[in-house]
């Protein structure tokens, strides 16, 4: 999935409970082994009925069992718990979480669970009705009092003819998170329920013709990161995208989308007035062809014609001027991004410092471009410039753990009010 930046082998230890989405959970078991870590699964006797213990034992390289009276002399129930890194479980059923949250310890994963002191994942899947239980509800809220991560999960198609909330996250998404707790085990506190984000991702596409564009080379990572993250962290997310490399979908996420300027512009215009937060994450284009034609541009004998631009609506500039006139809140922070090269004048922090000033934002995530960095990558660095005058550097990292640092920078701006123009929350 990516490159990976110094990584060190760690135990992981993969819970698999009795639900139909086990079956998808082999590629995450893969993930983790092929990034050179230490991976032992945990199936429960429920979840063998739906996937064999060999498919596990061949895809982590280890043995698979289920009870703690198997190789006694080794205490399995306790050592695997005590050296785990981290835990994950996939799927958590409605049942493996009321026994997780009672603190039962009636098989080797429940057991497991409560001698580990890492940071646990759990990743539920069932249906709607039984996601939605009041019981259920209950025992996801115990568990994250008890420290741990509960994913939200994805909605869409279930395992029979209905749909809704509560499908498996996509198991590239579960990796993500699983590596994000790796490299900081605080990094998804339930910290954000209720607040209202609103996400732009990606790149604009203008059109030329029906075959042709101007676009750029976003990938979308970062924003869908930011929203990724957001959203396990309780907020209520809404993501406007655009044209992205192919980026599974963030589980919890409303996601709309766009594929102009003036698409996105119409949709942030509308949704900002509702919004708490407001990050502008997508690569923007600044120019459209004045002329869009309904047929193919043929090639001519006198050459190619001129393409005559015209300027884009400034998004980021408009949220701000929205917001000094009244009609987006002033508590609502704004943030937004800078791609910069640099050049011998001027250094990518000068530039990014002087965009700040100009679009009036809260907080400017810098990234320095150019030479193989930030687009298309999955590791990034850069720094977080915020209107009161703060400058953070952004270690090399996940671009998901660089959401969550610009999370938590965000959460700052709101609590302290120190944003631009000295707004309150
Ligand atoms: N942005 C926007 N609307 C535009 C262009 C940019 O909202 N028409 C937003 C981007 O989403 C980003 C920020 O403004 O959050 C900075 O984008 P960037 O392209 O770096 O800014 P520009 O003002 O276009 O500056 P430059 O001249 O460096 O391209």
């Known amino acids: 999935m990516g490159e990976n930046v110094g990584t060190t082998r760690k135990n992981i230890v993969i819970g698999v409970g009795?639900?139909?989405?086990?079956?998808?959970?082999?590629?995450?078991v893969r993930h983790f082994t092929e990034a050179g870590h230490h991976v032992r699964v945990i199936p429960t006797e429920s979840a063998l009925k739906f996937v064999g213990a060999a498919t596990f034992e061949a895809l982590s390289g280890n043995p698979v069992s289920t009870e703690v009276f198997a190789d006694v002399p080794r205490v399995p129930h306790v050592r695997l718990g005590q050296e785990a890194d981290l835990v994950l479980i996939a799927p958590a059923t409605a049942d493996l979480m009321a026994r997780a949250a009672s603190g039962r310890a009636d098989d080797l994963l429940t057991s497991t669970l409560l001698t580990a002191r890492c940071p646990v994942l759990f990743v539920p899947a069932m249906?709607?009705?039984?996601?939605?239980?009041?019981?259920?509800?209950?025992?996801?809220?115990?568990l994250r009092e008890h420290g741990a991560t509960v994913m939200t999960p994805a909605s869409g198609r279930l395992t029979g003819v209905?749909?809704?909330?509560?499908?498996?996250?996509?198991?590239?998404?579960?990796?993500?998170?699983?590596?994000?707790?790796?490299?900081?085990?605080?990094?998804?506190?339930?910290?954000?329920?209720?607040v209202k984000f609103l996400i732009s991702a990606g790149g604009t596409r203008e059109p030329l013709d029906p075959v042709r564009y101007l676009g750029n080379r976003s990938s979308g990572k970062q924003g869908y990161a930011l929203a990724r993250a957001a959203a396990q962290r309780g907020a209520q997310v809404t993501m406007v995208a655009g044209a992205t490399s192919n980026l599974p979908d963030p589980a919890g996420v409303e996601i709309i989308?766009?594929?102009?300027?003036a698409q996105l512009a119409d949709e942030i215009g509308k949704r900002a007035p509702e919004t708490d937060v407001v990050i502008m994450a997508a690569a923007v284009a600044d120019f459209r062809p004045v002329q869009v034609s309904d047929a193919k541009i043929k090639k001519s004998d006198s050459g190619p014609a001129p393409i005559e631009l015209t300027?884009?609506?400034?998004?980021?500039?408009?949220?701000?001027?929205?917001?000094?006139?009244g009609s987006v809140p002033?508590?609502?922070?704004?943030?937004?991004?800078?791609?910069?090269?640099?050049?011998?004048?001027h250094g990518v922090l000068d530039h990014g410092r002087a965009k700040l000033a100009r679009k009036g934002c809260d907080l400017l995530v810098v990234n320095a471009v150019g030479e193989g960095k930030a687009f298309g990558m999955d590791h990034n660095t850069g720094w977080i410039l915020a209107a009161g005058g703060e400058e953070t550097a952004l270690p090399l990292g996940s671009k998901t753990l660089m959401a969550t640092r610009i999370l938590d920078a965000i959460n700052a701006v709101r609590t302290d009010g120190v944003g631009a123009e000295g707004r309150c929350p």
Do not use: C
């Open 18 to 28: 009795g639900g139909i989405a086990a079956y998808k959970v082999g590629s995450v």
């Open 127 to 142: 249906h709607t009705e039984m996601w939605e239980h009041p019981a259920t509800q209950a025992n996801v809220s115990t």
């Open 162 to 194: 209905d749909t809704g909330a509560g499908r498996l996250p996509d198991p590239q998404e579960i990796s993500l998170l699983g590596e994000l707790l790796l490299d900081r085990p605080d990094a998804l506190p339930y910290d954000l329920a209720g």
């Open 257 to 261: 989308r766009i594929a102009t300027a």
């Open 311 to 325: 300027t884009n609506p400034d998004i980021l500039a408009g949220l701000v001027a929205a917001r000094r006139s």
């Open 330 to 345: 002033r508590s609502t922070a704004i943030v937004g991004f800078a791609a910069e090269t640099g050049d011998l004048q």
